[in-house]
Nanobody, 124 residues
Framework: QVQLVESGGGSVQPGDSLRLSCAAS????????LAWFRQAPGKEREFVAA????????YYVDSVKGRFTVSRDNAVSTLFLQMNSLTPEDTAVYYC?????????????????WGQGTQVTVSS
């Protein structure tokens, strides 16, 4: 069992950076693979980045490779997403998710627990 709460969203200009956090509750945090998804108005929820339970494996959607970095700190039960060189296409509600599987994956069906989301807006 795990409960997830995202934070760190906000409004920024193109080219700016933002760091999202996802705080987890529960004693089995390190047993879950974690991921970030995002959803823009009128769009389907899409995968952004995933990280294995140990942090040794990561996976990104092509559109954010080289700009976003996913990491986790199991000691404080927190997932992070460092977002650099932001563009208007990154505007969305960002959600963190947890799943009981081995490795890192963008398959939404592997994730059982979801946070409430945090808004990221990139505009001039």
């Amino acid at each position: 069992q795990v409960q997830l709460v995202e934070s760190g969203g906000g409004s920024v200009q193109p080219g700016d950076s933002l760091r999202l956090s996802c705080a987890a509750s529960g004693r089995t945090f390190s047993s879950y693979a974690l991921a970030w998804f995002r959803q823009a108005p009128g769009k389907e929820r899409e995968f952004v980045a995933a990280i294995s339970w140990s942090g040794s494996s990561t996976y990104y959607v092509d559109s954010v490779k080289g700009r976003f970095t996913v990491s986790r700190d199991n000691a404080v039960s927190t997932l992070f997403l460092q977002m650099n060189s932001l563009t208007p296409e990154d505007t969305a509600v960002y959600y963190c998710a947890a799943g009981s599987y081995y490795g890192s994956s963008g398959a939404i069906g592997l994730y059982d627990y979801w946070g409430q989301g945090t808004q990221v807006t990139v505009s001039s």
